[in-house]
């Protein structure tokens, strides 16, 4: 017989509404604006961004549902537990709470340290995600691709995942250089293509377009032909980060991965076309 599980969800109820409790408590002590955002200078973490208290709790109110929509949706659709994405989502908006409660209750811990125990604690988080979700990968049945250059991949995302964050507590400590995430997206996007052209369907792993996913043949040829472009794309994207000017570095981080997409969704469409109209 089914059981309800419906109580499993009251802890999220609970969290999301646990800092509006704390709002309402010190209503009429809190400040007129609280920080709401940090950046990097030559002098370590400095706020640059103020709002009220009340549009503050909001924001996080908003992200956190967010947040938990997304990530029970999935559980919903597939009519699976996904317990380590239960666990995911629990965490996160734990983290966001500790967030808000630590700055509505005033608790100084210096900038520095307050940003970087921040950068931390999203560190561990993320990089709980990515492993339990390619773990769950593994279970789905056949590998699209070998174990080898599956835990490749693997260990990659976590790479890339974690470097923004462990260099921004770096930045802290005034030694981090603005093209080192740039070089490294790019580096990881030649890599991960030049291990998956040859990568077989599913629903994790490649160009999952609805035109590759829809047929084997558009899917072989797509990743065949569109994996060079993002490899080249990838080491293009290194040469210039090294030598073009830091403003077109960071847009070059965004141009260059978004025409790569582009182009694949466009060329798995002209082939899934053209296979239709034979």
Known sequence: MKTNNWWKELPFVLLIALPWIV???LRDSLPAQVPSHYSITDHGWVIDSYMSPLAFVIMFTLMSG???????LPALVAKAPFAWLYYFKLALIIFFDIMVISTLTGIDMGTDTFSNLTMFALCLTINGFVYWSFKAGKKLGKQPISEKYYNIIWAGTHFITSLPLVLGIFASQHWVSERTIPQAVFLFIAVIS??????????FIGIRTPWTLADEDVWR???RVCSKWFFAGGLTGFVLSMVAPISWVHRLLYIIPLSCTAYAMIYSYWLYKKRVSV
């Open 66 to 72: 967010f947040i938990y929509l997304v990530m029970t």
């Open 194 to 203: 030049n291990l998956t052209h040859n990568v077989k369907p599913n629903h």
């Open 23 to 25: 709002f309402f408590t």
């Open 221 to 223: 040829k797509t990743h």
